[in-house]
């Protein structure tokens, strides 16, 4: 399971006018600080885990931080703006690129991605700022765009002929692809991999949309030319115990030679 490396907490200070309410942190887990939209009163706590909790499971894309933060009971549903700062070393084990963060928040047994923006960078460390309905537990990932790619597993296709169309070299930079959905001259199909006939001679456009773990998508298209059956060009067939021309012409010739020079030889002899 998960196991606690930082926490730490603070006591909420409300606005000069009461509208408000934020509480700062000394730095000893990445959670900087909040904002609430309301007014809050009493403690924040923020616990900074080494992994996602069996009872969420990891969240989409390539996972660099978890953080559970409790809040006072009446504030558990309070809008609030979370700052968090990640430094340079998490970005590097994760590969990721600052503008591929996202703080993700765990309720109704799900990931929900919250909207993200970089409010601030420190040398290799940058700082999100991210909109919460609420809270519980938080997760910071890179996600992006998966790539879409498709492969037809043959260059020479006829009407009836069965074609397998391929979405395995999809990619995704940080997660992993979830689902494949397929449309085949508007006929629908799922599955990394799909097979398909075409009936009439002609081009047919094949796409696929990819979706990964994160919920981004990405599509692709390609052209499938399909001939009348029996027009692919087929291999010569050598007949078995038969000479071919080449072979033929090979003996003739030598047979010819072999009787040039028995009349050479006949002839000399006389």
Same mark, same amino acid.
């Given at each position: 399971?998960?196991?606690?490396?930082?926490?730490?907490?603070?006591?909420?200070?409300? @606005?000069?006018?009461?509208?408000? @309410?934020?509480? =700062?942190?000394? *730095?000893?887990? /990445? +959670?900087?600080?909040?904002?609430?939209?309301?007014?809050?009163?009493?403690?924040?706590?923020?616990?900074?885990?080494?992994?996602?909790?069996?009872?969420?499971?990891?969240?989409?894309?390539?996972?660099? @931080?978890?953080?559970?933060?409790? #809040?006072?009971?009446?504030?558990?549903?309070?809008?609030?703006?979370?700052? %968090?700062?990640?430094?340079?070393?998490?970005?590097?084990?994760?590969?990721?690129?600052?503008?591929?963060?996202?703080?993700?928040?765990?309720?109704?047994?799900? !990931?929900? =991605?919250?909207?993200?923006?970089?409010?601030?960078?420190?040398?290799?460390?940058?700082?999100?700022?991210?909109?919460?309905?609420?809270?519980?537990?938080? =997760?910071?990932?890179?996600?992006?765009?998966?790539?879409?790619?498709?492969?037809?597993?043959?260059?020479?296709?006829?009407?009836?002929?069965?074609?397998?169309?391929?979405?395995?070299?999809?990619?995704?930079?940080?997660?992993?692809?979830?689902?494949?959905? !397929?449309? #085949?001259?508007?006929?629908?199909?799922? *599955?990394?991999?799909?097979?398909?006939?075409?009936?009439?001679?002609?081009?047919?456009?094949?796409?696929?949309?990819?979706?990964?773990?994160?919920?981004?998508?990405?599509?692709?298209?390609?052209? #499938?030319?399909?001939?009348?059956?029996?027009?692919?060009?087929?291999?010569?067939?050598?007949?078995?115990?038969?000479?071919?021309?080449? %072979?033929? /012409?090979?003996? +003739?010739?030598?047979?010819?030679?072999?009787?040039?020079?028995?009349?050479?030889?006949?002839?000399?002899?006389?």
């Amino acid at each position: 399971g998960a196991t606690a490396v930082a926490s730490e907490a603070a006591t909420v200070q409300a @606005s000069a006018d009461g509208a408000s @309410s934020s509480v =700062a942190f000394a *730095g000893e887990t /990445g +959670v900087e600080g909040i904002e609430f939209g309301g007014a809050v009163e009493g403690d924040v706590g923020v616990v900074e885990l080494d992994a996602a909790p069996e009872s969420t499971g990891r969240a989409p894309g390539a996972g660099v @931080s978890v953080v559970e933060i409790t #809040v006072p009971d009446d504030a558990r549903n309070t809008p609030a703006t979370i700052r %968090t700062r990640i430094g340079a070393d998490r970005l590097e084990a994760a590969g990721a690129d600052a503008e591929d963060l996202r703080l993700s928040r765990h309720s109704d047994g799900e !990931w929900q =991605a919250l909207e993200t923006s970089v409010v601030d960078r420190d040398g290799g460390d940058v700082v999100l700022a991210a909109e919460t309905p609420g809270f519980s537990v938080f =997760a910071v990932s890179a996600v992006s765009e998966p790539e879409a790619a498709i492969t037809v597993d043959s260059d020479g296709v006829e009407t009836g002929e069965s074609v397998t169309l391929s979405g395995v070299r999809s990619s995704d930079r940080y997660g992993e692809i979830v689902a494949y959905d !397929w449309d #085949v001259d508007g006929e629908t199909a799922a *599955g990394s991999v799909t097979e398909t006939t075409f009936s009439e001679p002609g081009e047919y456009e094949v796409e696929l949309t990819v979706t990964n773990d994160a919920g981004e998508t990405d599509s692709t298209t390609a052209t #499938v030319a399909v001939e009348p059956a029996g027009t692919a060009a087929a291999a010569p067939v050598e007949e078995p115990g038969l000479f071919s021309l080449t %072979t033929l /012409g090979a003996v +003739v010739g030598a047979l010819v030679l072999a009787l040039l020079v028995v009349a050479a030889v006949r002839r000399a002899d006389r």
